[in-house]
């Protein structure tokens, strides 16, 4: 084997280290498959799309989701089905550009609930429905779980951070004239005939907005090939998939610290790219030993398609993405900097955050195989990035599609590893779902309660500790302080396991199962919907505002402390107050530029409640309750937690 051959090797297995395994990027694409199908219903799918949904994680990488609706559909003139029961459009391509439309109402106006009639414009004397009417009615419906989505952002929902997109999407059954030839245009090997026969069997998507500075613009609904991108990236080799996550890298650690050009190429652009290297490159060519002359094909192409302002859209050409992107000066900027980039090769990444230690990295120590224990803890940290929509209601028609799904699709063991701790977590949030409803009846609250208990004994076997700390929770509720506390005895002890777990060799850790690891990983959360029937007292001004979600050792030490308070044991609620001082200590040591500090607000609060119940019992601190409320105010930048309300009313 050559030098060249040794150094690209030798970096991708580094890039399997820092970005990914197959195996790890396999278990992310399935545990947000998994997740999808959790949070569909009969009249509606979600769909994760967007760096994460395709496997990687990387600097930058938010949550984007795509709502889709069955209850509306899309047709092309003279394509409708006249038996279909759902709402009917007719995409209008008239003086629009390409990748464009509008969709014209093909059902009587009189007929739609008034909350469709207030998306519904006239144009040329017909009736429209328009993009921008239709995201501030969802806005406006406030839908309970969108609470957090309350800002939009071109064309999805966002919440107040910006971290995470939610695009509600209208769908066309059929391949549109628009692309039909992308169906048969000359291509070597990729993709395939029985890929490209698939993808077109899924139609395509239309998402609300309209090409900028047209005078329809907000009339107009991008056409959306999201699924089609998917299924193409899933059909990727390793080697493509980490090229294109290195392009991810060069232009958010490296190119976007020049402020000039900062946002001017984004992800979609070099997804676009590596759609058209890979069709017109034989496959033999991306493998492992041939990782970085792949690469630096891909940036002499992007290099290429900037100077001449070109990049035509995959799917439908006639739309040039490049079309008045640039100025001569940040062109210009651009170009140099990719050049230099090029010339310098991979050293170049010596400036990222994420991959910085190429050169000190051992090749001894580069092994492309990842152990059971990462894959795990893959699976588990997508759950926790799903949170924002878990809220959703769980109905019998869920759990019985992930079980039929289980018992009938799912081939591999990792399969039936993710789909079975989904459908644990289900169970667990159920009863965190439900609102409160009077139940006077005596008879009736028994029922609930064990049919609630059966639930959340389901539930446990989620994690190590969330389903524990719930279960806890539970019987805290319910004013059995004395059998929380064993259940959270036990639960704590879980923490000490993983800590011993984590010495043992990555050898011993490939002969466990997964499910059996899965139950000794303690970083999962905590989640209570908004208005959670089951939701602590003490937090209830943060759940009527938001769901919340909370560190499970955290919440666990703060119930530990709530039953030993109304036991009036002293000693154990001191105890579990220096056991939250070490969880907020070792969060002031964290750069929450870095992590998730929203995540830690709640630590801070219930820290303060706690200590604010001490005072109650005539024992008193150093620390005063209104200094952590002034840390977790500090990081609530959007104000979506009770710090800065109960800042104020603790001074």
């Known amino acids: 084997m050559s030098h060249s051959n040794k150094e690209s090797l030798h970096f ?48 930058g990488s938010d949550l984007d989701l795509m709502y889709i609706s069955s209850l509306f559909v899309v047709y092309e003139p003279g394509k409708n089905d006249v038996k279909d029961q759902r709402l009917q459009f007719f995409m209008d391509i008239e003086d629009t550009s390409p990748c ?18 207030q998306m519904i414009q006239q144009h040329r004397g017909e009736n429209f429905i328009s993009s921008e009417l239709y995201k501030s009615q969802l806005l406006k419906e406030n839908i309970d779980f969108l609470s957090m989505l309350n800002n939009i952002h071109g064309p999805c929902l966002t919440d107040c951070s910006g ?16 692309a039909k030839s992308w169906i048969s245009r000359p291509r070597s090997t990729w993709p395939p005939p029985g890929l490209i026969s698939k993808i077109t069997s899924y139609g395509v998507l239309f998402v609300p907005i309209g090409n900028k500075g047209s005078i329809t613009e907000h009339l107009q609904w991008r056409i ?84 001449y302002s070109t990049l035509l859209h995959y799917f439908i050409p006639d739309n040039n993405l490049f079309y008045l992107r640039f100025n001569s000066k940040n062109q210009n900027t651009l170009i140099n900097i990719l050049k230099n980039s090029y010339q310098t090769g991979i050293q170049i990444f010596s400036a990222s955050e994420t991959i910085h230690d190429y050169r000190r990295f051992p090749c001894e120590t580069t092994r492309s195989v990842c152990g059971n224990m990462t894959v795990m803890k893959t699976v588990m940290n997508q759950q926790d990035l799903y949170s924002p929509v878990s809220f959703m209601p769980t109905t019998n028609f869920i759990i019985s599609c992930m079980l039929y799904t289980l018992l009938h699709h799912c081939k591999t063991e990792l399969s039936r590893c993710i789909l079975t701790l989904l459908i644990s ?16 009846n005596n008879k009736q609250r028994y029922k609930i309660y064990k049919h609630n208990l059966s639930q959340l004994l389901v539930g446990v076997n989620s994690d190590a500790v969330s389903g524990w700390a719930i279960l806890a929770f539970f019987f805290y509720c319910h004013k059995h302080y004395l059998k929380s506390k064993d259940i959270i005895n036990y639960t704590l002890t879980k923490f000490t396991i993983e800590s011993t777990l984590s010495k043992i060799t990555l050898r011993h850790t490939q002969k466990l199962k997964r499910m059996s690891l899965s139950k000794t990983i303690t970083n999962s959360n905590v989640l209570f919907a908004q208005n959670s029937l089951l939701s602590p007292a003490e937090l209830n001004t943060d759940v009527m505002k938001y769901p919340i979600i909370l560190q499970s050792l955290t919440f666990t030490h703060f119930i530990h402390f709530l039953c030993s308070y109304h036991l009036e044991d002293l000693e154990s609620c001191i105890h579990c107050a ?74």
């Open 425 to 440: 977590y289900e169970y667990q949030r159920i009863p965190l779902k439900l609102t409160h409803i009077d139940n006077p």
């Open 578 to 651: 220096k056991q939250l001082n070490a969880i907020v200590f070792d969060n002031q040591q964290l750069d929450h530029t870095k992590y998730a500090g929203e995540l830690f607000v709640f630590d801070y609060i219930l820290f303060g409640i706690v200590l604010q119940m001490l005072r109650v019992l005539g024992y008193g601190c150093d620390l005063l309750p209104s200094a952590l409320f002034r840390q977790a105010a500090d990081i609530d930048k959007f104000n979506i937690t009770s710090a800065a309300f109960r800042l104020h009313h603790s001074t």
């Open 12 to 59: 991708y297995k580094y890039l399997n280290q820092k970005i990914g395994s197959v195996e790890v990027v396999r278990a992310r694409r399935l545990s947000f498959i998994f997740s999808d199908l959790a949070c569909s219903e009969k009249e509606t799918y979600i769909m994760t799309i967007g760096s994460r949904g395709e496997g990687l994680d990387v600097k």
């Open 100 to 117: 464009f439309t509008h969709l014209r109402l093909n059902t009587m106006f009189d007929n739609l609930s008034y909350f469709v009639q």
């Open 163 to 178: 971290k995470g997109d939610l695009a509600f999407c209208l769908k066309c059954d059929q391949w549109v004239t628009q």
């Open 224 to 307: 959306s090939f999201s699924v089609a991108e998917k299924i193409l990236i899933y059909s990727f080799s390793h080697t493509q998939l980490l090229c294109y996550a290195l392009l991810k890298i060069l232009v958010k650690e490296i190119i976007d610290k020049n402020q000039v050009v900062k946002g001017l190429l984004c992800s979609y652009f070099l997804k676009t790219l590596l759609f058209w290297i890979s069709e017109e490159t034989e496959t033999s060519v991306w493998r492992p030993d041939n990782f970085i002359p792949c690469f630096m094909a891909c940036l002499q192409r992007l290099i290429y398609c900037i100077e």
